[in-house]
């Protein structure tokens, strides 16, 4: 048989690896190489299709004029394709981001004045002052604090809010303030709507929807605004009482700073800080799901370098908050995108509408901007995972719920101060009350030790229990942790001569906790209990500074469970 290899094997084996372009010296764009360019480029051209309509659907949610929301995908995307690590995440207008800043600036500004404007452009750069301090102090974790239960409460009720204000204008029935006052204000009009506004409404939110379920290639938005123009323009809706977009701007966004007041500047802190904690969790979830998905490295802190460049760019662009959007990053990757290129193109294109085709926009029907919003809205509310809240935590789904109504009736902003204090309080809570265990033998197996939660009259074996405690020992849940203990040794069928705290799952024991520890081992030598400790190599420094080593003798402190419970049943074996 001869030596060579076969075909297969040698050509897989000595094929010369994809030869990268100079653009991969750039981390978003790393992996770009002759073969992927062209899909990267479709990919591009695929998401400016989907962005652009929706974009510009977002300014109604912000409370901005309609080319401001084709100016967030300019600047902004351009800058965090060059800086940011991810190649997947997507900048642009966000429905939630907006939502907050429309809740904030209604009561100061007229929507879509320059004062307005001149705001919103101040709160982006809030925000991006806000990523930055961040990224100094490695504050990335701080997306961690926004557990996945609040988010999706959070941004379902943000889905229902989002929704429910876009029903007057798809009717043709001027409404604003809160969603409450909107629905009044529908309610009360219903004989008054604008039945070609109605129309062309349900057939955008029908069009779209359908096109979804054949192909989710299908640029709809994008088909839907095309078409609602065209039809406006030809039937000139506008002299039936059909409100339009009007005169939209062309060229490219002024560059400079907000002309605002700046004694209004510290009033905007409040609401930059509730942007910036969903810009951070929503940016930070979506760039990992992403990473992950593809294997691809990832540098968080980076990316939030990246995004404070894009929202100050956004702020000195007279545009509003720009976020990491989950819709549109899932949009160019199922599109074949690989790297940042994509966005890059996409940028491009949108440059090119600012400049030669804003035109085009004069006869958008506003009805079919606030049914593009009002799909955007229902995909917001995440029926699937709080499906999955009811089947496997129901108190959970209580969170999110209470988050949700939060945000519905009394306003985004506070919905996601809300979300952040009911993330940490149930975290605060399952650390207070961890999930207890009492080792305890398998019949038919000698030798053999099972877990089984921790109940009045559960032992080990007769005379002894293994007990353990499933979180880390802390001020709060110290009293508990001693209480159960000796809760346990009271009401055990056997007199108990003897306990194992089995300390494996404690990382950490603050100064309260290591006080409250010696008094239980006290609390246990007075009922001559003997104790004996295992697993405790992490905490054993710790252990020794507080002096338990003084009240639990050297031979007692063992590697395992198993090897504890047979050294305190030797005496009564011999």
């Not at 690896?17 to 190489?33: F, V």
């Not at 109604?60 to 100016?71: H, R």
Request: hydrophobic fraction near 55%.
């Amino acid at each position: 048989m001869s030596g060579r290899l076969p075909r297969a094997v040698t050509d897989a084996t000595t094929a010369p690896a994809p030869r990268k372009t100079p653009l991969s010296l750039i981390q978003g764009l790393d992996g770009t190489t002759r073969a992927t360019i062209v899909a990267d480029v479709i990919a591009g051209a695929t998401l400016a299709a989907v962005a652009i309509p929706e974009s510009m659907g977002y300014t109604k949610i912000a409370g901005m004029p309609v080319i401001t929301g084709i100016y967030t995908l300019a600047l902004p995307v351009i800058v965090f394709a060059l800086i940011g690590s991810s190649r997947h995440l997507v900048v642009g207008a966000d429905s939630a981001t907006a939502a907050i800043m429309f809740a904030a600036l209604i009561g100061i500004a007229k929507p879509e004045s320059p004062e307005y404007v001149g705001l919103a452009g101040v709160i982006a750069l809030l925000a991006a002052g806000y990523l930055l301090v961040a990224r100094v102090l490695r504050l990335g974790f701080l997306a961690d604090f926004l557990s996945r239960t609040a988010l999706v409460g959070f941004l379902s009720g943000v889905g229902v809010q989002v929704a429910l204000t876009q029903l007057p204008t798809m009717l043709g029935i001027h409404a604003s303030g809160s969603v409450v006052n909107q629905m009044g204000k529908l309610l009360t009009s219903l004989g008054h709507i604008v039945v070609p506004a109605a129309v062309l409404a349900v057939l955008a939110v029908a069009v779209i929807l359908l096109f979804e379920r054949v192909s989710k290639r299908i640029p709809a938005t994008l088909v839907v605004v095309a078409v609602s123009i065209i039809v406006a323009a030809t039937l000139r809706l506008d002299r039936h009482g059909v409100a339009i977009v009007g005169s939209v701007p062309a060229g490219l966004p002024p560059i400079g700073l907000p002309r605002v007041s700046w004694g209004q500047v510290p009033g905007l802190a409040g609401v930059a800080a509730s942007i910036f904690v969903v810009i951070l969790a929503q940016s930070a979830a979506t760039a990992r799901s992403f990473a992950q998905k593809r294997e691809e490295p990832l540098s968080e802190n980076r990316d939030l370098v990246g995004l404070a460049v894009a929202n100050l760019a956004a702020g000195v662009t007279g545009t509003f908050c720009v976020n990491g959007s989950p819709t549109k990053t899932a949009v160019v990757d199922s599109a074949g995108a690989r790297t940042q290129l994509a966005q890059l193109v996409m940028a491009v294109i949108a440059v090119v509408v600012l400049v030669a085709a804003t035109a085009l926009l004069h006869f958008l029907p506003d009805a079919t901007l606030a049914a593009v919003v009002f799909v955007i809205g229902t995909r917001l509310i995440d029926l699937g995972h709080l499906r999955e809240l009811w089947r496997l935590r129901r108190d959970e789904l209580v969170l999110a719920t209470f988050t949700a109504l939060v945000v519905v009736l009394i306003g985004v902003e506070q919905g996601i101060a809300l979300a952040v204090a009911l993330s940490v309080l149930d975290f605060v809570r399952h650390a207070y009350r961890p999930r207890d265990t009492v080792m305890v033998p398998v019949a038919g197996s000698p030798g053999t030790l099972v877990p089984e939660a921790a109940h009045p009259g559960i032992e080990t074996l007769p005379g002894g229990i293994a007990y353990r405690f499933d979180g880390t020992l802390f001020f709060a849940n110290a009293d508990r942790f001693r209480q159960r203990v000796l809760d346990l040794v009271a009401a055990a069928p056997h007199p108990v001569a003897w306990i194992v705290l089995d300390l494996s799952p404690v990382g950490d024991i603050d100064y309260t906790a290591g006080q409250v520890l010696l008094t239980l081992l006290r609390d246990l030598r007075t009922r001559s209990v003997q104790v004996h400790l295992a697993h405790v190599e992490d905490i054993h420094d710790l252990l020794q500074r507080y002096g338990v080593f003084d009240l639990v003798v050297a031979a007692n402190v063992h590697h395992g469970v198993r090897e504890a419970v047979a050294d305190a049943t030797a005496p009564a074996a011999g």
